[in-house]
C-alpha cells in the first residue's frame, strides 16, 4: 500500500522517496561518522513524501534511535512521511530501546497522522498458503 501511494505520487511530480529501515538508520550512522550527518539529515528532509519502510523489523540501537528522532523531527509539520511496520505503537520503546525517545518520536509521527491497520495474511504469503490449501 505504501509502495502504491508512492508510485501515485511520484507520477503526480511529489518528490518522494521510498527507503528501508535499517538503510536509513546505516546511512545516517555513515553521515555521521563523515562528519556530514546534517548534509544527510537535509537530503531525507528535502523529500514531500518519505516512506520507511520495515521499522522494528531489526533492532534499532539507542544511538541510532537518536539519529532516527532528528529526522523525524526536521520532517516534523513539514513534510510526509509514511512508516510501515508491524510493530504495534506501545512496543516502539522495545523497537528503540528508549522509552523516553519512543514517546517523542511517537509523538510526532502521531500528532497529525492517519494511521492505516491492514489485519489479515500477508500478501506475500497469499499464493503459497492459497497452494497449500488446493
Known amino acids: 500500500m505504501a509502495t502504491s501511494i508512492g508510485i501515485t505520487a511520484a507520477k503526480k511530480r511529489t ?13 545516517l550512522k555513515r553521515a555521521k561518522l563523515e562528519n556530514r ?12 513524501l518519505l516512506i520507511i519502510d520495515e521499522i522494528g523489523y531489526l533492532p534499532i540501537e539507542p544511538e541510532d534511535a537518536k539519529l532516527f528522532f532528528q529526522l523525524i523531527d526536521m520532517r516534523y509539520e513539514k513534510r510526509s512521511t509514511i512508516f510501515t511496520t508491524n510493530v ?4 516502539w520503546d522495545e523497537v528503540f530501546q528508549e522509552p ?7 509523538d510526532r ?5 492517519t494511521v492505516v491497520t491492514v489485519v489479515g495474511s500477508s500478501y506475500r504469503m497469499k499464493d503459497h498458503l ?3 490449501n488446493e
Open 15 to 27: 518528490s518522494t522517496y521510498f527507503i528501508k529501515c535499517h538503510d536509513l538508520i546505516q546511512n
Open 37 to 48: 550527518l546534517e548534509s544527510r539529515l537535509k537530503h531525507y528532509t528535502k523529500y514531500k
Open 109 to 113: 509521527v502521531l500528532h497529525h497522522a
Open 88 to 91: 504495534n505503537f506501545k512496543s
Open 130 to 132: 492459497a497452494k497449500e
Open 100 to 106: 523516553k525517545l519512543a514517546n517523542a518520536i511517537l
